[in-house]
C-alpha cells in the first residue's frame, strides 16, 4: 500500500526554517552581558566568556549548514510523504535540542571531568542529527518518488556515500570529549565547515552528477 503524498512541499519547507531560524536565535542568548568597572575589567570579563563564544561559533555552524543541505534537498522536491514529514519532524526535534546542549558546553568547558560529559552530551546529540539526516537523505533517494523530473535519481542515490562520513566520525567524538572536551568540540566544528564545502549535492539529468545545485 502506497504512502500517502502531498505536493505541498512549500508549507513544510517553510515550517522548517521557521525552527532552524528560532534554533539559531536562541544560541546567543547563551552568551550573558558581563558585568565589570573599568575598561580593563570588561575586556577580562569578555574574554574570561571564551568557552561560550566558542559553542555558539560552532552550533551556528552546525545548524547553518544543516539548514543549506536541507534547503538543497527542498528545492529538489515536488511532493513528500508521510514518512519523510516524520523524518523531517524528527530532525528538527534535535536541531531544536542543540542551544540545550551548547548551553551545557559553554557553561562546563573549563569544568574538569563536567567539560568531558558535557562534551559527550553534544556529540550524543550530533549522532542522532547525523543517523536522522542520513536516514532522511537515503528514504528520499531510496526510491525517488519524491524528486522531480530534473533529477537524476540514480546518480543521487550513488552519492550517499559523501555525507555518511559522519556516521562515523561523530561518535568518535563521543570517546574524544573525555579525553579533551575542547578537542571534540574543535571536531564538531570542522565537520560543519566540511559539509559547508561538501553539502548534499542533487544531481540533474542535464547537468551530470557532479554539479551542485541549490
Not at 500500500?1 to 542568548?29: K, N, P, Q, Y
Not at 558585568?35 to 555552524?61: C, I, K
Not at 564538531?188 to 548534499?200: E, I, K, M, R, S
Amino acid at each position: 500500500m502506497e504512502t500517502a503524498e502531498t505536493r505541498d512541499t512549500g508549507r513544510i519547507e517553510a515550517f522548517s526554517d521557521g525552527v532552524f531560524a528560532i534554533a539559531i536565535t536562541l544560541l546567543v542568548l547563551e552568551i550573558k552581558i558581563p558585568q565589570a568597572h573599568g575598561a580593563a575589567e570588561l575586556w577580562r570579563a569578555l574574554g574570561a566568556q571564551w568557552p561560550s563564544y566558542f559553542a555558539y561559533v560552532v552550533s551556528f555552524l552546525v545548524i547553518g549548514v544543516v539548514w543549506v543541505n536541507h534547503h538543497s534537498v527542498f528545492g529538489h522536491l515536488a511532493r513528500v510523504d508521510r514518512t519523510l514529514m516524520f523524518l523531517n519532524l524528527l530532525l528538527l526535534m534535535l536541531i531544536s535540542v542543540l542551544p540545550f546542549p551548547t548551553a551545557v558546553v559553554a557553561q562546563n568547558l573549563r569544568n574538569g571531568s563536567a567539560a568531558n560529559v558535557a562534551a559527550a552530551v553534544y556529540g550524543g546529540v550530533m549522532v542522532g542529527q547525523a543517523v536522522l539526516f542520513s536516514v532522511f537523505w537515503n528514504h528520499v533517494t531510496r526510491t525517488g518518488r519524491c524528486f522531480d523530473e530534473r533529477v537524476d535519481v540514480p546518480a543521487a542515490r550513488a552519492g550517499r556515500w559523501r555525507f555518511e562520513l559522519g556516521l562515523v566520525v561523530y561518535p568518535l567524538t563521543v570517546g574524544l570529549a573525555f579525553l579533551s572536551a575542547p578537542a571534540a568540540l574543535a571536531v564538531h566544528g570542522l565537520l560543519a565547515v566540511y559539509y559547508g564545502f561538501n553539502q548534499v549535492r542533487v544531481p540533474l539529468l542535464d547537468q551530470g552528477a557532479d554539479r551542485m545545485t541549490g
